[in-house]
Structure formats: structure tokens, C-alpha cells
């Protein structure tokens, strides 16, 4: 079981890492035509970036557009970046000081990334018009993100497995060596829904976390007036008319 597990978490690494490269470069390869920046814009480069940033991180759009989602989606996501944080104890040692200090904190963000999925789905299922463009993906998606949320509390509050030989397992995999794993099915469900979610990753609609930062709609300077917009390709045209014809 060890060596299907460190085969499944290998193959779900690289799987991952080649697919959001790829998708990374192809978002950077697609031409912007047109100067299509939302309004109000900012119209300096150092006004798109605090625009950035304050999308990134307080999702500035949606607070304007739409409470409950703002609501559900700012839970989930610190819940989310609290879990990440208290589970890098698995991949290092000795464990930096400021992720010790996350530790007792990322047991309720694994709540809250429960809660924040929990509303996030009761809106998809109960609202209307969102249920009308909601396809079996996104409640797949949901329900992914959730039971692996919720194994996780299992292992932590009444399910308990050898945390120890847990890190042991996943610092062998860093060093190309395979350590025994504890025998649990809860952890071997939570192991494997984690790897399903790198797996499916590059090839989902959870491609929005680097995505946004490729949206004209947001990283573009609202200066048409001041200066004129030209993709690559159309500027490649204008500078060899032939080229045209080919």
C-alpha cells in the first residue's frame, strides 16, 4: 500500500506541475485584441497592481456583486490557506516557527473550509439560476473539496492515525525513499482524494487561482485614450503588411 500511494502521489505531482505550467504559458500566449479593463479602472501600472492585489486577497469584485458568495468564498479560501499552512509540518523538518504557530489555528480553518463548501453548495443546489448553469463537475468539485475537508477533521478529533509515520512517509517521498505508512482508512481516503485534487487540478474550473492574474478584464491600464492597444500578433501584422496575405 505504501508503494501505491507514493506511485499514485508521484504521478499526481508531476501531473499537476506539467499541467498548470502548461495552462500558465497558454493563458500568457493568448492574444488581449481588445482594451477591455472593468470600470472604474485604474489607469497607472502601479494602480492595476494594488487592484491585483486587493482582488487576490479580500475578492473585491465579488464583495461589490454578491454577498453570500463574498461570504462563502472568503471562509473557504482563508480556511483553505490555514489548512495548506498547518499541513507543510508534513514536508519539513525542523518545522519553521511561524508554522508551529499555525498549527492550533489550522484546526479551524479545516472548519471553516467546511462551512465556507457547505454554503457554497447550499447556494448552487437552492438558488436558482445558479443550480440552472451548474454542471455535475461543479458539485463533483464540492463534494471532493468537502469529504476531503471532513476526513481530515475525522483523523483529527475522532479517528486517529500516527502522525509521525505520516511525516516520515512524505519526508522518504522528498528524499526518493519510500517509508511505511500507517495502516487507516480514513487517511488512505483523505491521501487519495489530495491526490485526486492535484490530478484533476490543471484541467478544472480551480485553474481560476492563477488564471485571474491573466484576466484583461483586471490587469489591464484603462488608458485607451493615451495610448493605442495592439496584440502581438495584430502589431507583427502592422509591421509587415505582407504577411497578410500568408
Known amino acids: 500500500m505504501s508503494i ?25 500566449k493568448t492574444p488581449s485584441p481588445l482594451k477591455i479593463p472593468t470600470t472604474p479602472a485604474p489607469k497607472t501600472t502601479g494602480g492595476v497592481v494594488l487592484r491585483m492585489l486587493r482582488e487576490v486577497m ?12 463574498w461570504g462563502c468564498g472568503i471562509v473557504f479560501h482563508l480556511g483553505l490557506l490555514l489548512v495548506f499552512l498547518r499541513h507543510l509540518r508534513y514536508f519539513t523538518h525542523p518545522v519553521p516557527e511561524l508554522i508551529v504557530f499555525v498549527q492550533p489555528f489550522g484546526i479551524y480553518g479545516g472548519m471553516a473550509m467546511a462551512a465556507g463548501l457547505v454554503g457554497l453548495w ?55 525513499s519510500i517509508e511505511t505508512l500507517p495502516v487507516s482508512g480514513v487517511l488512505l481516503v483523505h491521501l487519495g482524494l489530495a491526490a485526486l485534487l492535484f490530478l484533476i487540478f490543471p484541467y478544472s474550473k480551480l485553474m481560476h487561482a492563477p488564471g485571474v492574474f491573466f484576466s484583461p478584464t483586471r490587469n489591464q ?10 496584440a502581438s500578433w495584430a502589431a507583427e501584422m502592422e509591421q509587415n503588411p505582407s504577411s497578410r496575405n500568408s
Open 122 to 176: 447550499v447556494r448552487r443546489i437552492f438558488v436558482e439560476r445558479v443550480r440552472y448553469i451548474s454542471t455535475p463537475s461543479d458539485h463533483l468539485m464540492l463534494a471532493l473539496l468537502l469529504t476531503l475537508a471532513c476526513s481530515g477533521l475525522a483523523m483529527t478529533y475522532f479517528l486517529h492515525t500516527d502522525i509521525v509515520a505520516v511525516k516520515s512517509f512524505f519526508l522518504g517521498l522528498m528524499r526518493l
Open 221 to 230: 491600464v484603462d488608458n485607451p485614450r493615451e495610448s493605442r492597444h495592439l
Open 58 to 69: 479580500f475578492f473585491e469584485s465579488l464583495f461589490k456583486s454578491n454577498l453570500w458568495l
Open 4 to 28: 501505491l500511494i507514493a506511485a499514485l502521489f508521484y504521478l499526481a505531482s508531476a501531473v499537476f506541475i506539467v499541467g498548470v505550467a502548461m495552462k500558465i504559458v497558454n493563458y500568457a
